[in-house]
């Protein structure tokens, strides 16, 4: 592992192309810039009688016996796992649930990305970012089932949000949702759905939120053009308990909170990775995993206990507690050119990753099968 000092000079700047909505698989735009009303209500079905299914296709010198299982492009860091079922966003501009059994997208609602974030499931709904620019932030619920739209949700921005947002919405333990919302992260109850309260950033505009597992802390991201802050607030008290700088490090961000600290993302298009702070202490930051190259991005994922790290170096499973990896697996090169891997998540005790290399034109969603000691019974 790498140590990342505070004020370390290996720590790139991101690409511009993280602070707008992220570039789909194939390389063009995933969606424009939108307003209020950029997700419709009406949502397409397949019932198990009529759904399509993809028999499922080795890759050679995959990492985990990887199998091709669908063939659906998606937006690389947005495929997440709730209740049985697989969600992401496709780059046709829609917001799909998968059927993990089968690889096949079974619901399907047009949905424009306006910022990088995943959907957030919380009880029955899926919750994403519609609107974001200025002071407007809007966002829309969906039947986790259906797909179809049930509540729309304006959350104004106090201070306009910020140009290097990355993972802006999240939910907590509480149940609540979490939103960057300029100078402040505002706090909604979705099953209101209504504005509880703000916490006041008083270091900047907030470009990444994550709550801890137990609910005792909220990390909020700042980036800018020169430096990555992270501010860590105690909860309910909404007090701040630390805060540090990569004073090197540029537009960061995409949060992930565990036991042992927080995760996040940093770097630059042709070289992306992961890095992992504990106790939210960026001065102790260490990298984990590889990485991306190539206009790839790695993210970090936490799902069925461990921590994932993909790119197109290698993919790992990671300790929530301490950061250490548990297990990786080396990802070979295709006739020469790279493949991507997705950082993982898990759902039926199978892993699941976004997978594309440009060598053999293939794209679509793997199943994994990773060794124990990813199963998750460590300490979370």
Same mark, same amino acid.
């Given at each position: 592992m790498i140590v990342i000092a505070g004020a370390s000079a290996g720590i790139a700047v991101l690409a511009n192309s993280h602070h707008n909505p992220p %570039? *789909?698989?194939?390389?063009?735009?995933? /969606? =424009?810039?939108?307003?209020?009303?950029? %997700? *419709?209500?009406?949502?397409?079905?397949? /019932? =198990?009688?009529?759904?399509q299914t993809t028999p499922a296709a080795g890759l050679a010198g995959a990492p985990w016996g990887a199998e091709l299982i669908g063939h659906q492009a998606l937006v690389q860091g947005s495929l997440i796992s709730a209740d049985g079922s697989l969600y992401a966003i496709g780059n046709t501009s829609t917001l799909d649930r998968i059927n993990p059994a089968t690889g096949a997208v079974v619901a399907s609602v047009p949905y424009n990305m306006p910022v990088w974030d995943p959907p957030v499931v919380v009880g029955n709904?899926?919750?994403?970012?519609?609107?974001?620019?200025?002071?407007?932030?809007?966002?829309?619920g969906y039947d986790a089932r259906t797909l179809a739209r049930t509540a729309s949700l304006p959350v104004p921005a106090i201070g306009a949000v910020s140009i290097a947002r990355q993972g802006v919405l999240t939910s907590g333990p509480d149940g609540n949702l979490y939103v960057a919302a300029g100078e402040t992260v505002a706090v909604v109850n979705p099953a209101t759905p209504q504005e509880i309260r703000r916490i006041q950033v008083l270091a900047g505009k907030a470009s990444s939120v994550a709550v801890s597992p137990d609910g005792t802390k909220l990390y909020v991201g700042i980036g800018s053009s020169t430096s990555f802050r992270l501010v860590v607030f105690n909860l309910p008290s909404d007090t701040i308990a630390n805060e540090s700088t990569l004073t090197s490090g540029g537009a960061g961000g995409n949060l992930v909170a565990t036991s042992g600290g927080v995760w996040g993302m940093t770097g630059s298009g042709q070289s992306e990775w992961v890095w992992f702070a504990p106790n939210g202490n960026l001065a102790q930051a260490v990298q984990v995993g590889r990485g991306a190259g190539?206009?790839?991005?790695?993210?970090?994922?936490?799902?069925?206990?461990?921590?994932?790290v993909?790119?197109?170096?290698?993919?790992?499973?990671a300790?929530?507690?301490?950061?250490?990896?548990?297990?990786?697996?080396?990802?070979p090169a295709d006739h020469g050119v790279a493949q991507y891997f997705a950082s993982p998540v898990v759902s039926g005790g199978q892993a699941?990753?976004?997978?594309?290399?440009?060598?053999?034109?293939?794209?679509?969603?793997?199943?994994?099968?990773?060794?124990?000691?990813?199963?998750?019974?460590v300490s979370s």
């Open positions: %570039a *789909s698989a194939g390389g063009g735009p995933a /969606s =424009s810039a939108s307003s209020s009303a950029s %997700a *419709s209500s009406s949502a397409t079905q397949t /019932s =198990s009688s009529t759904e709904t899926v919750w994403e970012v519609s609107s974001y620019s200025g002071g407007n932030i809007v966002l829309q190539g206009g790839w991005s790695s993210f970090p994922s936490y799902s069925g206990g461990v921590v994932w993909g790119g197109t170096g290698d993919v790992v499973c300790s929530p507690a301490t950061g250490q990896v548990l297990a990786k697996a080396d990802i699941y990753s976004y997978y594309q290399t440009d060598a053999s034109q293939q794209t679509g969603l793997v199943r994994l099968t990773p060794p124990a000691a990813c199963t998750g019974n």
